[in-house]
């Protein structure tokens, strides 16, 4: 098991910067991959940004290429993303995720709110 603790987000003018944490615990060993995940009101859960735990991957959602960076830092077994000129329609809960061969793991949620 794995267990996600996220901590970060909040309200941010549009054009604005945030910056997500979250911290993973457990079979960490067990982990290929971790990233983030948002979901809007009305609206499914989408694909923002992962990182592979080890080696270089990094994939983002064209929505948010050249504006959000994700980072890890192993020692830390913690991921974070870094928000920079956030817009309106970033609002949503964020949920960090990690992935191990055959299970999903999913942190508790963060609320990220851009005001115009």
């Known amino acids: 098991q794995v267990q996600l603790v996220q901590s970060g987000g909040g309200l941010v003018q549009a054009g604005g910067s945030l910056r997500l944490s979250c911290a993973a615990s457990g079979r960490t060993n067990s982990m290929y991959q971790i990233g983030w995940f948002r979901q809007a009101p009305g609206k499914g859960r989408e694909f923002v940004a992962n990182i592979a735990w080890s080696g270089r991957s990094i994939n983002y959602a064209d929505s948010v290429k050249g504006r959000f960076t994700i980072s890890r830092d192993n020692a830390r077994n913690t991921v974070y993303l870094q928000m920079n000129s956030l817009k309106p329609e970033d609002t949503a809960v964020y949920y960090c995720?990690?992935?191990?061969?055959?299970?999903?793991?999913w942190g508790q949620g963060t609320q990220v709110t851009v005001s115009s």
């Open positions: 995720n990690a992935r191990s061969i055959g299970a999903d793991y």
